[in-house]
């Protein structure tokens, strides 16, 4: 594994639940070092709440053992987080310790599975043909839409 030939790898591996974090930590845990390793969620940090935890072990018969803290994530060479950190790093433009590693970016970002990356908003008919109307009788579509914003037709 090239996290144990290059002392100097680094990686992150984005899952889309805690459950699937703690799955592939077990596997991981097998194949490197445990030193270089970490895993954080709600339920993999050191204050996790007892109760969900034991929800978590009645509900899917999960039990974690390995605790870390956020911390961790900015010192450990390999990482194992959820989407929901991923993305709170990156829409809040912080430094989590997710997409780098002692202020560098990480060699090597997985994330597995398409992350939920935009929002669905039911809307009435009459609510697109309202919007219709107001976007066809722009010009510059920029100088009211939020910078954000994507029009697909």
Not at 53 to 73: C, M, P, R, S, W
Not at 74 to 84: A, K, P
Not at 95 to 101: A, P, Q, S, T, W
Request: charged fraction near 35%; include cysteine.
């Amino acid at each position: 594994m090239l996290a144990n030939e290059d002392k100097g790898f680094t990686g992150a591996y984005i899952c889309k639940t805690i459950e699937e974090c703690e799955y592939v930590y077990r596997r991981l845990n097998k194949l490197v070092d445990p030193s270089v390793l970490a895993v954080y969620s709600s339920l993999h940090k050191h204050e996790a709440s007892p109760t969900k935890l034991l929800e978590k072990k009645k509900e899917l018969g999960l039990e974690i053992y390995d605790h870390f803290d956020a911390q961790d994530l900015f010192s450990s060479r390999l990482i194992i987080t959820t989407h929901s950190r991923w993305k709170k790093e990156y829409d809040d433009e912080v430094d989590l310790g997710v997409r780098k590693y002692k202020g560098n970016q990480r060699d090597l970002i997985i994330i597995d599975e398409e992350p939920e990356l935009f929002s669905i908003f039911p809307c009435l008919p009459y609510e697109v043909g309202e919007l219709v109307d107001r976007l066809s009788g722009l010009v510059h579509q920029e100088e009211v839409l939020p910078k954000d914003t994507k029009v697909i037709h």
